[in-house]
């Protein structure tokens, strides 16, 4: 069975750093392309930050854009998510995603707080 | 970047009655190349990441059971629950994957009459 599970996440202040990851298994990790997905409490679903199979391209919400940087590491089988200039309005559950054009298998999340 | 416009917000069903669930592209999501429309439906239940319930707008994932189907074609497209169980509570999405950025509809909410 597919497994992403998140890890990284917790409060932060505004003006301050986080890195996610997403440990994936079971699957051939470096065939595909991963998002970053984010739901803010009581809302819907916004996409992040995408990167392809061998990490040599990458795209962001421009809501992030400049801030968050999406990486991998093929070899570890683990996504990244360096998040800097923390806002409030990134406070959110942020999803670690599979893509095959479709989002296939989701992680359950990372609680990510950012507060003073 | 293309909006994905869910209708109704909620709707209250009975058990085993049709719940139906709308959501329009503000551009066409048909690829010419290959005739396949790039849109999914999700299902969130609460404390749960999404779940993949459809996707090329009608093709039902694996595992899915087959009282949800999925058509429409190119900006208008229809999620149906044909008798609508206890455990489909939930928040359904729908998300265009034709282009960059991918988008979600803005959830509709399954309730119980």
């Known amino acids: 069975e597919v497994q992403l599970v998140e890890s990284g996440g917790g409060l932060v202040q505004p003006g301050g750093s986080l890195r996610l990851s997403c440990a994936a298994s079971e699957f051939t990790f470096s065939s595909y392309w991963m998002y970053w997905v984010r739901q803010a409490p009581g809302k819907g679903l916004v996409w992040v930050a995408r990167?392809?199979?061998?990490?040599?391209?990458?795209d962001y919400a421009d809501s992030v854009k400049g801030r968050f940087t999406i990486s991998r590491d093929n070899a570890k089988n683990t996504l990244y998510l360096q998040m800097n200039s923390l806002r409030a309005e990134d406070t959110a559950v942020y999803y670690c995603v599979r893509t095959n054009y479709y989002f296939d298998y989701w992680g359950r999340g990372t609680l990510v707080t950012v507060s003073s | 970047d293309i909006v994905m416009t869910q209708s109704p917000d909620s709707l209250a069903v009975s058990l085993g009655e049709r719940a139906t669930i709308n959501c329009k592209s503000s551009?066409?999501?048909?690829?010419?190349?290959?005739?396949?429309?790039?849109l999914a439906w999700y299902q969130q239940k609460p404390g749960q990441p999404p779940k993949l319930l459809i996707y090329?707008?009608?093709t039902r994932e694996s595992g899915v059971p087959d009282r949800f189907s999925g058509s429409g074609s190119g900006t208008d497209f229809t999620l149906t629950i044909s008798s609508l169980q206890a455990e489909d509570v939930a928040v359904y999405y729908c998300?265009?994957?034709?282009?960059?950025?991918?988008?979600f509809g803005g959830g509709t909410k399954v309730e119980i009459k």
């Open positions: 998300q265009h994957y034709y282009s960059s950025p991918v988008t």
């Open positions: 551009q066409s999501v048909l690829s010419s190349s290959n005739n396949k429309n790039f």
């Open positions: 090329w707008a009608s």
């Open positions: 990167i392809n199979s061998d990490g040599s391209s990458t």
